[in-house]
Every structure is written in C-alpha cells, then in structure tokens.
C-alpha cells in the first residue's frame, strides 16, 4: 500500500480513529489468528482472557502498552502449547525459521519460509 492508498483508507475510519488499530501486519495477523482459534473451539474466551492477562501482568510491561501485542502473541503461544497443539520448541524453531528467511529476502520481496536457507552452525 502506497501513501495514497494509506491516507484514503484513513479517510474512510469513523469519526474519532484516525490510525489503524495495528501498528504491525503481523499484529493484526496474531488477532485474526486468535479469533480464528477460538471460533474453532480450541479455547474459550474466558481461557483466552486469563492467558493474556497472565501475560500483561508480568514484570516489564510497557507502562505505554508499546508491547501489547508481543504479550498477545506470548499469551497465543502459550495457549498452543497447553492445548497440546504446538509445543513451545515447535513454536520457536518455526519463528527461527521466518528470521533466518526475512533476513535472506532481498529488500522489497515477499519474505516467504522456502526463503529460510536453514539454521547455520
């Protein structure tokens, strides 16, 4: 999306939001993740208020909420994990990959996990 493009979708936002709710796609991608699972079954949302809460709770917590959306993802992590769905080495190894493949994309393509030349070492 150019500039043109960002400024007339802002034009379109209710009175009163004048930004979009994500400051990162892939916040908004842990969102529609969430509601996705949830919709699903995997867990409720009482489950799911619970892990976020633990996590926004913890030492360190941006008093800005800069950092809100790293909890989410923490609190989605863990939901994986408890639910016997992606164990917490399953969730690092595949976040290790996207790394290595977005630092091996050039600059301008899309970064894509067959771009992941394989851990080094």
Known sequence: MNRREAKSVTAKLP????????????????????????DKGLFSWSE?????????????????GHDYYEHWLAALENLLSAKGVA???????LAAAWERAAHATPHGKPILLEND???TG
């Not at 009175?15 to 509601?35: K, L, N, R, S, Y």
């Open 15 to 38: 009175a009163g939001i004048d930004a979009p709710v994500f400051a990162e796609p892939w916040q908004a991608e842990a969102f529609a993740m969430t509601v996705a699972l949830n």
């Open 117 to 119: 030349p394989g851990p």
């Open 48 to 64: 799911w208020a619970e892990a976020l809460s633990a996590e926004v709770k913890k030492p360190g917590v941006a008093s800005d």
């Open 87 to 93: 164990g917490r080495s399953d969730v690092d190894t």
